[in-house]
């Protein structure tokens, strides 16, 4: 069959059709496929699946680690603990924010390994595709107002609050 694809746009965070072969474009489904055959695509479950919310918004703090993708952050120049350290420091960050948005908010300012902590830890909306596959999960597994148990992606460990 034909070399599309489908792919999700990361400027716009909405699916888009590529043909492998011919390096083509599309914002719609291609001419002449039927709905079964754009149904069974490369990708056509995970972008085109309406099951998920369109977009969900959430904040994080991130605790990096020397397994981090990029072991540096606005804190720390050079981060060098381990990943078990790592979680035992979030744990710790967990306990303290007990469920309360405003201490995430609070202690994600202080201390998570991410920029967004400039805004108490708020990444905005997303939709699905954006984020790292782990923690896109995560975040729609959560209700919201809820917070994640601690969760790995490559960028090091996180907790999660879900803000709309
Ligand atoms: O990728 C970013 C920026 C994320 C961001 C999005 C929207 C508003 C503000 C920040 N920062 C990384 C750390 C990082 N890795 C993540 C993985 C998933 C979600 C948020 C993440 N943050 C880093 O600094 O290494």
Same mark, same amino acid.
């Given at each position: 069959?034909?070399?599309?694809?489908? *792919?999700i746009s990361s400027s716009r965070g909405v699916p888009y059709y590529?043909?492998?072969?011919? !390096? =083509?474009?599309?914002? =719609? #489904?291609?001419?002449?496929?039927?709905? %079964?055959?754009?149904?069974?695509?490369?990708?056509? !479950?995970?972008?085109?699946?309406? $099951?998920?919310?369109?977009q969900v918004r959430a904040s994080h703090l991130l605790v990096k680690?020397?397994?981090? *993708?990029?072991?540096?952050?606005?804190?720390?120049?050079?981060?060098?603990?381990? !990943?078990? =350290?790592?979680?035992?420091?979030?744990?710790?960050?967990?306990? =303290?924010? @007990?469920?309360?948005? %405003?201490?995430?908010?609070?202690?994600?300012?202080?201390?998570? $390994?991410?920029?967004?902590?400039?805004?108490?830890? @708020?990444?905005?909306?997303? *939709?699905?595709?954006?984020?790292?596959?782990?923690? %896109? @999960?995560?975040?729609? #597994?959560?209700?919201?107002?809820?917070?994640?148990?601690?969760?790995?992606? $490559?960028?090091?460990?996180?907790?999660?609050?879900?803000? #709309?």
């Amino acid at each position: 069959m034909s070399n599309w694809e489908v *792919r999700i746009s990361s400027s716009r965070g909405v699916p888009y059709y590529y043909n492998t072969e011919t !390096k =083509e474009s599309l914002w =719609e #489904a291609p001419a002449g496929l039927t709905q %079964e055959q754009v149904a069974a695509l490369p990708g056509a !479950k995970q972008y085109l699946s309406g $099951d998920r919310p369109a977009q969900v918004r959430a904040s994080h703090l991130l605790v990096k680690h020397r397994g981090s *993708r990029r072991p540096s952050s606005w804190k720390e120049q050079n981060i060098t603990r381990s !990943k078990e =350290e790592a979680i035992e420091i979030l744990k710790g960050y967990a306990h =303290e924010i @007990d469920g309360s948005a %405003e201490k995430f908010a609070e202690l994600a300012t202080v201390h998570s $390994d991410c920029s967004s902590h400039s805004n108490g830890g @708020d990444l905005g909306f997303f *939709r699905p595709g954006q984020m790292q596959k782990p923690f %896109e @999960d995560a975040t729609y #597994a959560l209700k919201v107002g809820e917070i994640s148990d601690i969760i790995s992606t $490559d960028s090091g460990v996180h907790l999660i609050l879900r803000t #709309a």
